[in-house]
């Protein structure tokens, strides 16, 4: 059974994940540029032909493989698997792109504590996706910057980008 696939999802498997991906997970507004030239061309026009992407992504990282596998088969996403040298046994992530994110973070939504606000950034920022009036269309240096900017929003919420609070 896989999200949205017509199995219904237990409320205690919701709680489950959101537990996890609170504790081991990320949400993030993942971009890169690409281009649609298909032939050879000069890198200056190569230049003025790029434009920058942006998607939803949730990652679940976890040494326990098959806790991971079982997920992939409930909730999908893509697992990859290696051995950890540091760690000296295996790891494997998760992670699930765009609309397949969107909807296990509509699943999860009510159960995040640690990431309930990344999560509602994250959501945020899929609504403003692909508005019907831009569909087809290159989008404007606003749309980026709109895009950006919720990029950003989403990064500063880390708790790696969290200011330092010194204890007395």
């Not at 205690?12 to 994940?17: E, G, I, P, V």
């Not at 609309?99 to 309930?116: D, S």
């Not at 692909?130 to 606003?142: A, F, I, V, Y």
Request: charged share 25%.
């Amino acid at each position: 059974m896989r999200i949205g696939e017509g199995a219904e999802v237990q409320e205690t498997d919701k709680a489950y994940l959101a537990g996890l991906l609170d504790g081991e997970g990320c949400i993030r507004i993942a971009s890169a540029y690409h281009t649609n030239v298909k032939k050879r061309v000069s890198p200056l026009a190569l230049l003025s032909t790029q434009k920058r992407n942006y998607w939803m992504q949730v990652l679940l990282g976890n040494s326990d493989v098959n806790v991971l596998k079982d997920i992939q088969e409930q909730w999908g996403g893509n697992l990859s698997l290696r051995s950890s040298a540091r760690r000296g046994k295996p790891f494997g992530n998760i992670t699930w792109n765009k609309q397949k994110a969107v909807k296990l973070l509509r699943h999860l939504k009510p159960y995040l504590r640690i990431k309930a606000i990344e999560c509602q950034v994250a959501l945020e920022f899929v609504s403003l996706l692909n508005p019907p009036e831009h569909r087809g269309q290159r989008l404007s240096d606003k749309d980026l910057e709109i895009r950006e900017y919720y990029k950003q929003k989403l990064s500063a919420l880390k708790p790696c980008h969290a200011p330092k609070v010194m204890v007395n």
